[in-house]
């Protein structure tokens, strides 16, 4: 991006944030009509005028002391150029100079590792993996997904609808919206209708069909820090989500 002042005068737009010594940037795109993500690791295509112009302003104007790739790694690395051996001429060198190139690395992306350290110069700093659990959702949806699961399944659909005319069942109706979505307006001691309990029906259905593969999904708990492992009890809990593969009709561990 260029900005021009009142005189004309060109200037490169970086979008950035600074406190104090410490400089917050996004790294430039790669390219501009291409798809992004794709061109991160193509080695034939030259950078542009603002990835160029950016790194250089690091090194001549903003003389940074180090850089500090974070999220897996950098782009500069998969410049065009030889790909050992670099010389002051190729482009990764260029860009960054004599300027200490830092990576913190996830420790099981061994090939992008070796790519850093070779064509980048790069220190790595390697952590472990963050330790997996079991997705959860919150307290309403989980009502929700009891609902769907208490019912009997589809082929005995007509055995389903008396399930739905507990008054438990109808509070967590109205409490978690379901009543508000389908437009039904129940007196505290009215019945359902057939009618609205067979829309109720299809609707927890679908819902519930959403919500089991999302409980089953595996996230991460947290980041790792450098040098403090996590709790046994985190170990457990990633060993029991990876065991759980058919999630849905697993027993509990």
Wanted: hydrophobic fraction near 35%; aromatic fraction near 8%; proline fraction near 9%.
């Amino acid at each position: 991006m260029v900005w021009h002042d009142e005189t004309g005068k060109p200037f490169f737009v970086f979008p950035a944030q600074r406190w104090g010594n410490l400089l917050f940037a996004p790294q430039p795109t790669r390219g501009w009509d291409q798809d992004i993500e794709a061109v991160y690791h193509d080695v034939t295509l030259p950078p542009h005028h603002q990835y160029l112009a950016f790194y250089l302003w690091l090194q001549k104007s903003f003389q940074a002391d180090a850089m500090v790739h974070v999220g897996t790694h950098a782009t500069h690395e998969w410049l065009p150029g030889k790909e050992v051996g670099y010389t002051a001429a190729d482009t990764g060198e260029v860009i960054v100079g004599t300027v200490p190139q830092l990576y913190p690395y996830i420790v099981d992306d061994i090939g992008e590792g070796l790519q850093a350290k070779r064509r980048a110069m790069a220190t790595i700093i390697t952590h472990l993996p963050p330790p997996l659990d079991r997705a959860t959702i919150n307290p309403e949806l989980r009502e929700i997904s009891g609902l769907h699961q208490r019912l009997p399944r589809r082929p005995r659909k007509k055995a389903r609808l008396p399930a739905m005319t507990r008054s438990r069942d109808r509070a967590t109706l109205r409490k978690t919206g379901l009543f508000k979505d389908l437009g039904i307006t129940l007196a505290p001691k009215a019945q359902l209708n057939k009618e609205q309990l067979e829309e109720i029906d299809d609707h927890i259905e679908k819902i519930g069909e959403k919500l089991t593969p999302l409980e089953c999904t595996r996230s991460a708990w947290r980041p790792m820090r450098q040098n403090a492992p996590p709790p046994p009890r985190r170990f457990f809990a990633r060993t029991k989500s990876l065991a759980r593969r058919a999630c849905a009709a697993a027993k509990r561990i």
